[in-house]
Nanobody
Framework: QVQLVESGGGLVQPGGSLRLSCAASGSIFSFYAMGWYRQASGKQRELVATITSGGSTNYADSVKGRFAISRDNGKNTVHLQMNSLKPEDTAVYYC????????????WGKGTLVTVSS
């Protein structure tokens, strides 16, 4: 019943910026954590950034200083501000949400494509 829907992907030139958003809906009252993962062509999915309900953040080393994650707990939404984009950031970006009650469970969006190219 829980659904995550990403938006904001697109084509951007190197050095440009994009802001991704993810809206969650369903029977979950709140998530312990929400975040973003990405998967480039031919690569495994990797963590980009996460944020807990308390506001603690975690970033992949490759995006530290360039990306910023934020969350609206009341609406179960999460955003990813991506600055100084590089061609290696090109990937499908997936929204992720972690529930811990009643049981531990992860939810995934369908993804939004980010292409960084000149």
């Amino acid at each position: 019943q829980v659904q995550l829907v990403e938006s904001g992907g697109g084509l951007v030139q190197p050095g440009g910026s994009l802001r991704l958003s993810c809206a969650a809906s369903g029977s979950i009252f709140s998530f312990y954590a929400m975040g973003w993962y990405r998967q480039a062509s031919g690569k495994q999915r990797e963590l980009v950034a996460t944020i807990t309900s308390g506001g603690s953040t975690n970033y992949a080393d490759s995006v530290k200083g360039r990306f910023a994650i934020s969350r609206d707990n009341g609406k179960n939404t999460v955003h990813l501000q991506m600055n100084s984009l590089k061609p290696e950031d090109t990937a499908v970006y997936y929204c992720n949400a972690e529930a811990r009650v009643p049981t531990a469970k992860y939810y995934w969006g369908k993804g939004t494509l980010v292409t960084v190219s000149s």
